[in-house]
């Protein structure tokens, strides 16, 4: 619909939809740009958590020897559940950012 305005998915100022194409999600290339950054750094935060819990996981099994040799068993079970609890929000962090939900895209 022509002269639509929406709210840019990164800065949130308005912006006008144009008359014909896709639908416009940001009010400039750079907003476009600065987002797909966001996402991309969101996706490598989110595989270092992950493989921060794999590697605590193994750990508090014992299937790493090495690992968690410094701390006593409590220490890596509350670095694994912090470990987790890191990965879930970097998960929750993604979801939200490919969503479109963050009008102000957190610096990384
Ligand atoms: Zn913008």
Request: aromatic share 4%.
């Amino acid at each position: 619909m022509t002269g639509e305005t929406f709210p840019c998915r990164t800065c949130g100022n308005p912006a006008v939809q144009p008359a014909t194409g896709r639908p416009r999600r940001y009010c400039s290339p750079a907003c476009k740009r600065r987002t797909e950054q966001n996402i991309r750094a969101a996706r490598r935060r989110l595989r270092r958590a992950e493989r921060a819990v794999s590697a605590w996981h193994a750990a508090v099994t014992g299937q790493d020897p090495l690992a968690g040799l410094i701390g006593t068993p409590e220490d890596d079970v509350r670095q694994w559940q912090d470990a987790c609890a890191r990965r879930d929000q970097a998960h929750a962090d993604l979801a939200a950012l490919l969503r479109g939900n963050v009008a102000h895209a957190s610096p990384v």
